[in-house]
């Protein structure tokens, strides 16, 4: 081999490894993803997703209920105006969590169409909420507050 194969053989090289690379992160990413829904656009969505997805809206007043025995079950119901979604969560609920609240929860949907979240994120002061459940709420015009902090 001369010098000049030599180089062409170390680039072509540098390339396949540089292409499985970013084929094996942009794999790690995709299965890591979880898109933003709403009650609504989970209503009028053709399929219901398979994959781990993030549900944003208010907890509907009267829906949390606390189940009973050893486990940390609660039960509640995601609204966002025109349409609600059912979830359970298993573990510890965030301080701020309560009924009427903005709340993301993410998770899965199960083929009974129940929510069974991993993760509860609610609103950490009196000014915030999540960007994506403000401009949801505000699409379907049940939004009253500020505008979501930056």
């Known amino acids: 081999m001369n010098k000049k194969q030599k180089r062409l053989a170390f680039v072509s090289s540098a ?4 292409g499985l690379a970013v ?23 053709d399929e219901r997703p398979t994959n781990t997805i993030r549900l944003g809206g208010l907890v ?13 079950r609660v039960d509640f119901i995601i609204e966002d105006g025109a349409h609600s979604t059912p979830v359970t969560y298993v573990g510890v609920l965030p301080d701020l969590f309560r009924e009427g609240q903005g709340v993301i929860a993410q998770g ?29 709420l505000k699409e379907q015009g049940v939004w009253q507050g500020e505008p979501p902090a930056e």
Not at 113 to 128: N, P
């Open 15 to 18: 390339v396949v490894v540089a």
């Open 23 to 45: 084929t094996l992160v942009m794999t790690a990413l995709s299965s890591s993803v979880a898109y933003f829904y709403t009650p609504s656009d989970l209503a009028a969505a």
């Open 60 to 72: 509907a007043a009267g829906s949390v209920a606390y189940a009973e025995g050893t486990e940390a």
């Open 108 to 136: 899965r949907i199960g083929p009974d169409g129940v929510l069974a979240a991993s993760q509860i994120l609610a609103k950490h002061d009196e000014t915030y909420m999540p960007r994506e459940v403000a401009e949801a």
